[in-house]
């Protein structure tokens, strides 16, 4: 009966006793809510089914480790998606040293932060999905994952400005620069 009960705890309860206790049974009760939402992250990040479950299950291990970190400022499931997105990123660039794989990207940062030229979404949307694909292979880890919150997920730029920990118009501006730097790689396949 005690299993049932925690199946219906929300998740920051299963959080609080799962800290307390260091139960992997209840731990098993996040893993059963979040394992396809994780996994389906991580395969937009890798493309190989077998190498997306490897990262899953290694996002689960490091997130029982952590899951002492998680303070509560925002829904666990925000916590959640914030911490896959970031392990993903952090697990594409070390393997791409490894590869060592180089891309020339610019970064060049207008004078002032809060004034810069918006790109339009529909250069975005008139992309031919191949190409496009190709292009999200080459483009920073970091900016696929702002324009995969953007457009496959569809967050707001509220949303990712809470995932990403940053202000909104620090959120534009990354937005910006990945569309960017994007277009960029995309023009020239």
Known sequence: MKFESDKNSSDEQLVEKIVATND???????????????YSKCLSFTRDKEEAQDITHDIFIHL???????????????WLYSFTYNFCVNYIQRNKKKRNE?????????????EYDEIDD??????????????????DPSDKMILMMKYQDDLTIKEIQEV???????????????KGRLIEIYNTL
Request: net charge positive; hydrophobic share 40%.
């Open 122 to 139: 529909t250069q975005i949307y008139q992309m031919k999905s191949e190409n496009l694909s190709k292009a999200l292979k080459l483009i």
């Open 102 to 114: 180089k891309f020339v990207l610019t970064d060049e940062i207008p004078p002032n932060t809060d």
């Open 24 to 38: 992997t049974h209840l731990f098993a009760v996040l893993y059963d809510r979040y394992s396809d939402l994780v």
């Open 164 to 178: 990403l920990e940053l202000g909104s118009s620090a959120t534009k501006m990354r937005l910006n620069r990945a």
């Open 64 to 78: 029982f480790l952590k899951l002492r970190t998680f303070k509560g400022k925002s829904k666990f499931s925000t």
